[in-house]
């Protein structure tokens, strides 16, 4: 496993942007596969986006095309996502994932390490 610590949550307006960043322990770091979650108050967690190992492939989940963009430092060992025009209904908990292998999956159980999360507030 490696450890994972979000950062760049906040408060911000609607049509507001924010970019959350996810830093990992280990220099392998490279060699792994990086969801983005979310989970609101009274909601199941929910998929956002996600990047292979390489940076190659990404993947995101419909109501964030468009809007959100993951990208990868693997010299840095960083994942970010980058939020624009952002909505209330985007307000949530927001956690990375990582699994040691290819592919962009959207399960959360094909993930082995969490980080703790970063609140995101969009208010109206």
């Known amino acids: 496993q490696v450890q994972l610590v979000e950062s760049g949550g906040g408060l911000v307006q609607a049509g507001g942007s924010l970019r959350l960043s996810c830093a990992a322990s280990r220099r392998t770091f490279s060699s792994y596969a990086v969801g983005w979650f979310r989970q609101a108050p009274g909601k199941e967690r929910e998929f956002v986006s996600a990047?292979?190992?390489?940076?190659?492939?990404?993947y995101y989940a419909d109501s964030m095309k468009g809007r959100f963009t993951i990208s990868r430092d693997n010299a840095k060992n960083t994942v970010y996502l980058q939020m624009n025009s952002l909505k209330p209904e985007d307000t949530a908990v927001y956690y990375c994932?990582?699994?040691?292998?290819?592919?962009?999956?959207?399960?959360?159980?094909?993930?082995?390490?969490w980080g703790q999360g970063t609140q995101v507030t969009v208010s109206s």
């Open positions: 990047i292979s190992w390489s940076g190659s492939s990404t």
């Open positions: 994932a990582a699994r040691p292998s290819g592919g962009t999956p959207s399960s959360a159980y094909e993930y082995d390490s």
